[in-house]
Each structure stands twice: as C-alpha cells, then as structure tokens.
C-alpha cells in the first residue's frame, strides 16, 4: 500500500513514519457497480481514494428524481477532503460507476499527519488551492463554453485517463453525461453526432475511439488555463 501512496501526490515524499500512521489506519475495501459509498447528510468522518475505477458524487434535484452529477472521480485520485477538514456531514452522494477498489482513510488518521508532518500540510494545502481553481475553470466552461466545447474536453480527459487506449468505454450514460455537462440529452446527441461527422470520434458498440486527438483537444481547449485566485 504504501509504494501506491507514495503515487498520490498528496501523499508523495512522506516519511517512513507517516505511511506506518497510514498502512496502520487505512482500509481497502471493493464497492460493486451501482454501490453507494456514502450519502448526503451522512458524517463526513472519512478521506477516499481511488485505487481502482471510478465514482460519481450527484445530488437529487429538490422536487423531482433527477439526478444533477457534480463531480467524476477516477483511479488515483482523492476525494471528499474538503468536507472532512470543514463540515461535520457529506452535502453529496457517492456511488461506485463501476467496481472499484478504494482506500478508507479516518479523520482521526489525516488531522494527525496535518500535526505531525510538515510536508504533508503543504501538500493539503495545494490540494484544496488546485481543487478551488479547477472549480473556477469548471464554472467558467458551464458559463462560457458551448455543450460541444465541453464535451470534447471530457471525451479528451477521458482519452487521456485510459492512456490512450484505441476505444474505451464512458463510465456515464447519456442521460447522466448530459446531466453531468449542463445539458440536456438531444443536444448531446447532436454533439457526439457533429464530432463524428467531423471524423474526430467514432462511437460504436458502447465503445469511443479517438480519430484525431489534436481537433479533439484543440475542440474542447484542454489546455492549461491560469487561476484567477
């Protein structure tokens, strides 16, 4: 476990010690597809991440059954830092999009390497300054960008995620990528058709294949961007 940590960023460079406080608290754990993980108003006690799959966090819009996904996590990555250092319950849902391995850190675990480790503090303190551009970035695009422009940065992002693979699958459906988007389904659908009029994606079988990376990126402008704060 600890040559995994020592991946993560956030926890990179630590010392010997800290990855024992770790190993000694931290749990693996498997959650099956369609798996719920935690729920809003559930006490928001414990630190994830990521080691194998993914996971959507959403809420349920007030007066209806319609699901707005807020945030796509994938293997690697941390999440529901923020809500362990500032409130005492999770504001979201959380549910397995896939089987997936994670690893289950305590509260208690993370306040003590904040005390103990230098390092570690700075490397929190980067995480939530990045998580707070990258929500910048994110209201941006829903107020500036076209449905395709950010489309083709998800298809980018996700074409990236599988390391370039030939095809590979969505983890969302139509109905929830839209959501997820700011959209609605149909236009969606003209947007995945456009793309593939315009020979920059194939879709086919469930699966997505990407025929020009370069448009693609250039389409969804996934480049690096300044934060503003």
Not at 125 to 145: G, P, Q, T
Not at 196 to 203: G, S, V
Not at 217 to 229: D, R
């Given at each position: 476990?600890?040559?995994?940590?020592?991946?993560?960023?956030?926890?990179?460079?630590?010392?010997?010690?800290?990855?024992?406080?770790?190993?000694?608290?931290?749990?693996?754990?498997?959650?099956?597809?369609?798996?719920?993980?935690?729920?809003?108003?559930?006490?928001?006690?414990?630190?994830?991440?990521?080691?194998?799959?993914?996971?959507?966090?959403?809420?349920?819009?007030?007066?209806?059954?319609?699901?707005?996904?807020?945030?796509?996590?994938?293997?690697?990555?941390?999440?529901?830092?923020?809500?362990?250092?500032?409130?005492?319950?999770?504001?979201?849902?959380?549910?397995?999009?896939?089987?997936?391995?994670?690893?289950?850190?305590?509260?208690?675990?993370?306040?003590?390497?904040?005390?103990?480790?230098?390092?570690?503090?700075?490397?929190?303190?980067?995480?939530?300054?990045?998580?707070?551009?990258?929500?910048?970035?994110?209201?941006?695009?829903?107020?500036?960008?076209?449905?395709?422009?950010?489309?083709?940065?998800?298809?980018?992002?996700?074409?990236?995620?599988?390391?370039?693979?030939?095809?590979?699958?969505?983890?969302?459906?139509?109905?929830?990528?839209?959501?997820?988007?700011?959209?609605?389904?149909?236009?969606?659908?003209?947007?995945?058709?456009?793309?593939?009029?315009?020979?920059?994606?194939?879709?086919?079988?469930?699966?997505?294949?990407v025929l020009n990376p370069g448009e693609l990126?250039?389409?969804?402008?996934?480049?690096?961007?300044?934060?503003?704060?």
């Open positions: 476990m600890q040559d995994f940590f020592s991946q993560i960023d956030l926890f990179s460079h630590l010392t010997s010690g800290d990855y024992a406080l770790l190993k000694e608290h931290a749990k693996l754990t498997t959650v099956h597809k369609g798996e719920l993980i935690f729920r809003n108003g559930d006490p928001s006690s414990n630190l994830y991440l990521l080691k194998q799959g993914s996971v959507k966090l959403y809420n349920i819009r007030r007066g209806s059954e319609k699901e707005e996904i807020t945030c796509l996590m994938g293997t690697g990555e941390v999440f529901c830092l923020a809500p362990l250092l500032s409130r005492e319950q999770f504001h979201v849902n959380a549910q397995a999009l896939e089987e997936s391995e994670m690893i289950i850190i305590p509260e208690l675990a993370i306040q003590a390497l904040i005390r103990q480790s230098h390092p570690f503090a700075q490397r929190v303190i980067r995480f939530l300054a990045k998580k707070e551009c990258d929500l910048c970035e994110e209201v941006c695009d829903l107020s500036l960008s076209t449905t395709k422009e950010r489309l083709a940065k998800y298809l980018f992002r996700e074409y990236e995620r599988n390391r370039h693979a030939d095809s590979f699958p969505l983890p969302l459906n139509q109905s929830q990528l839209a959501s997820y988007l700011g959209t609605v389904r149909e236009t969606l659908s003209r947007d995945l058709a456009d793309l593939k009029k315009a020979h920059i994606i194939k879709a086919e079988k469930g699966l997505i294949s990126q250039q389409v969804g402008g996934c480049f690096q961007k300044p934060c503003s704060k």
